[in-house]
């Protein structure tokens, strides 16, 4: 990726932005912030796979008790573009995910239009829509492909919950790779999403190895975010008492992270970290050998990650375009882009007043195992 100008230079953008700059606006401006480096797009709620792990769509996910009609809202696409229009000029890098984005109808046509823009775009999918659209995904010069892959074919379609998923993602990232070829093209640059079940926590490593036959420019390994019956009641009783905000999306991340196999997981970290690779990786949270079962077994531990900065650097809009202040916990809304210039939503009094409430708690009991907090 260093061979395209245009990521490095976001990159060192949200850097300085989120380790430096952002604490000041933290520390002295009372709620206030200065403009987002970065657009999470959640664009649409509906997803084809029912991954066990999923706080949306798996055993516990707070999607399944919704109705159809949640399920199928979507932004307009006319909308969509308003909203590039009135980012464009400062240009913050643009994350889109899911659901499965792909299952959103224009999603081409509105990647088409923020390249246009001069956008730096990073799609999130299961990537079982890749063979259909891969060439056309090259041409429009996507930036970056975030593709989940668990394991070899049968823990992937395990842990995925179809069988299947996991020759599409092969196929479709083959795909990728020949039409990149074709058109002599660097773009879009892919990395493998892994996370941490039971199913492949002793043989992890075979993700990389996968990778690297790909092969791949970069891997995620997670050890999984997931939340507590206590750290739920705690955080429903701060939302409530202090927003007036009754949250529901937590309790969608509560499943048996107790059947991890800790001992097995290490050893399989260790297997990895003792190779070469042909790509970089990163573990999120990056965690010596003896803190990893301490992750699963302590919910409150925080390894040092005491502090959130992400509202004041990410604006986070769901699929029917409210903006929330939390990309995996959207229960409290500031306002909606289909209603009022997303700039104008930034520091509205909504949004400074959950700043507030968030700086005075430290962190919510829900952030203790969060990819904002302890992701990158």
């Known amino acids: 990726m260093l061979r395209s100008p245009d990521i490095v230079g976001q990159a060192i953008k ?79 890098w643009i994350y889109i995910w899911g659901g499965e984005p792909f299952l959103y109808p224009d999603l081409l046509s509105l990647l088409r239009y923020m390249k246009e823009k001069d956008l730096v775009i990073s799609v999130v999918t299961n990537g079982t829509k890749l063979m259909k659209y891969g060439e056309e995904l090259v041409e429009i010069g996507c930036d970056i492909l975030m593709v989940s892959i668990d394991g070899p074919r049968d823990i992937h379609d395990k842990v995925r919950g179809v069988k299947g998923t996991y020759d599409k993602v092969l196929a479709g990232l083959n795909v990728i790779q020949e039409k990149k070829k074709k058109h002599a093209s660097l773009k879009p640059y892919m990395i493998i999403l892994a996370t941490v079940s039971k199913d492949n926590a002793k043989n992890l490593d075979e993700v990389f190895q996968i990778a690297d036959n790909i092969p791949v420019e970069g891997l995620v390994a997670y050890y999984a975010w997931f939340q507590t019956e206590k750290s739920c009641q705690r955080h429903e009783a701060i939302m409530q008492e202090k927003l007036n905000t009754k949250a529901i999306s937590p309790r969608g991340w509560i499943w048996n992270y107790d059947e991890i196999d800790t001992d097995a997981l290490v050893n399989s970290v260790k297997r990895i970290k003792s190779r070469k690779w042909m790509f970089p990786y990163l573990f999120a949270p990056d965690l010596e050998y003896e803190d990893i079962p301490v992750y699963y077994r302590e919910h409150g531990n925080l390894f040092g990650y005491r502090k959130c900065v992400n509202p004041w650097t990410t604006i986070e809009i769901m699929p029917n375009g409210d903006v929330a202040t939390c990309r995996d916990y959207p229960d409290f809304v500031v306002g909606n882009i289909k209603e009022d210039n997303i700039l104008n939503i930034w520091n509205n009094e909504r949004y400074k007043k959950f700043r507030t409430i968030l700086k005075e708690e430290g962190i919510f009991p829900i952030c203790s195992r969060c990819c904002e907090l302890m992701g990158w």
């Not at 949200?14 to 520390?27: E, P, Q």
């Not at 399944?64 to 979507?74: R, S």
């Open 14 to 92: 949200s850097g300085v932005r989120k380790r430096l700059t952002a604490h000041i606006d933290y520390h002295l401006r009372n709620g206030y912030s200065a403009p987002f480096i970065q657009v999470d797009m959640k664009i649409t709620n509906a997803c084809n796979l029912r991954c066990e792990m999923c706080g949306q769509w798996g055993e516990s996910g707070w999607h399944l008790a919704h109705p159809t009609e949640f399920i199928k809202e979507t932004v307009p696409l006319d909308k969509y573009k308003q909203m590039v229009d009135e980012i464009s000029g400062f240009k913050p």
